[in-house]
C-alpha cells in the first residue's frame, strides 16, 4: 500500500529555518516526480515545489524561489524541503505529493512561522 508520510514541521521564528521530509513506500520512489504543497487557513492548495524523478530538474513558486530548495534521495525513498529564511506568510499545512501512474498524498505537516 502506498504510502507518504511527512515530518519535520513545527514552530519557528521569522527568519528561521526548518527541513520537511516525506519517506514513501509502497511505490518505486524512483519512478515519481515529487511536489511540495502548502494550505494555509482560508486559502486554496498551492503547489510550492516540484521536482523530477531523478532530481535533474527543480521548479519553485514564486513566493518561496531563492529561500526553499527542494530534494530528494531515491536510495531512501525520501523527498526534501528545506526552508530558509521563514516568514510568517509560509504558515501552512505541507503536503507533499508523488505523481506517477498514480497520485498519492501524504497527511501534511503543520509549519508555524510566528514570534
Known amino acids: 500500500q502506498a504510502q507518504l508520510v511527512e515530518s519535520g514541521g513545527g514552530l519557528v521564528q521569522p527568519g528561521g529555518s526548518l527541513r520537511l521530509s516525506c519517506a514513501a513506500s509502497g511505490f518505486t520512489f524512483s519512478n515519481y516526480v515529487m511536489r511540495w504543497h502548502r494550505q494555509a487557513p482560508g486559502k486554496e492548495r498551492e503547489l510550492v515545489a516540484h521536482?523530477?524523478?531523478?532530481?535533474?530538474?527543480?521548479n519553485y513558486a514564486d513566493s518561496v524561489k531563492g529561500r526553499f530548495t527542494i530534494s530528494r534521495d531515491n536510495a531512501k525513498n525520501t523527498v526534501y524541503l528545506q526552508m530558509n529564511s521563514l516568514k510568517p506568510e509560509d504558515t501552512a499545512v505541507y503536503y507533499c505529493?508523488?505523481?506517477?501512474?498514480?497520485?498519492?498524498w501524504g497527511q501534511g505537516t503543520q509549519v508555524t512561522v510566528s514570534s
Open positions: 521536482i523530477s524523478s531523478t532530481g535533474r530538474t527543480t
Open positions: 505529493n508523488a505523481i506517477g501512474t498514480y497520485s498519492y
